[in-house]
């Protein structure tokens, strides 16, 4: 794998891990409940994993940063992704849209929607991604500031995508309850 795009992905991912930790533990409250809400984990166990996944998030950010624990920091990031679609899909499938999906902590509210199956395997392959052997090719200064502006515009379109794909369906929800006027 070339070294700019390498040091993207591992940018791009370490950021978005770190700041889903982050506003896990900002909503820590509501947290607990966004993940009850999946109904895929026994009620003891809601408590006790809420509180463990976001520091597992800031791990995993922190590690991929770190060379020596790179690979398995991707592995991590990888599998925890899929633990997510595979929830996502469970809801889906039950016809459960309505909940909030808590990939922004619980206090941005964002329903299920199927798309994001394919955000989270994307991502999951971009983790993966980074298990591939670099190439020789010495990475130049002005390419570090590339891959940070890169990993930032990533970071955008990333926020972008969930607030554009959630609009139709909060609006279509408001639509479908709004009083219609009278003809």
């Known amino acids: 794998m070339d070294p700019l795009l390498h040091v993207t992905l591992v940018l791009s991912l370490s950021g978005l891990f770190g700041a889903a930790g982050v506003q896990k533990l900002r ?3 509501e947290w607990p409940d966004v993940l009850r809400n999946y109904q895929m984990l026994p009620d003891p166990w809601v408590r006790p994993v809420a509180a463990i996944l976001p ?4 791990a995993i950010a922190a590690a991929l940063m770190l ?4 690979a398995r920091a991707a592995l991590a990031a990888a599998g925890l992704l899929l633990i997510f679609a595979l929830a996502l899909g469970v ?6 849209r309505e909940i909030d999906c808590g990939c922004l902590g619980g206090r941005l509210k964002q329903p299920l929607a199927p798309w994001m199956l394919v955000r989270n395997a994307v991502l999951a392959a971009a983790a993966l991604a980074l298990r591939v052997p670099l190439s020789s090719r010495p990475l130049a200064p002005l390419e570090l500031w590339v891959a940070a502006g890169a990993a930032l515009t990533l970071a955008l379109l990333y926020l972008a995508l969930g ?9 279509g929800a408001r639509a479908a309850h709004a009083p219609r006027p009278p003809r």
């Open 91 to 96: 809801n889906l499938k039950r016809g459960r």
């Open 55 to 58: 520091g597992a998030e800031l």
């Open 67 to 70: 060379a020596p624990l790179r």
């Open 163 to 171: 607030l554009v794909l959630a609009v139709p369906a909060s609006q």
């Open 27 to 29: 909503a820590f409250r």
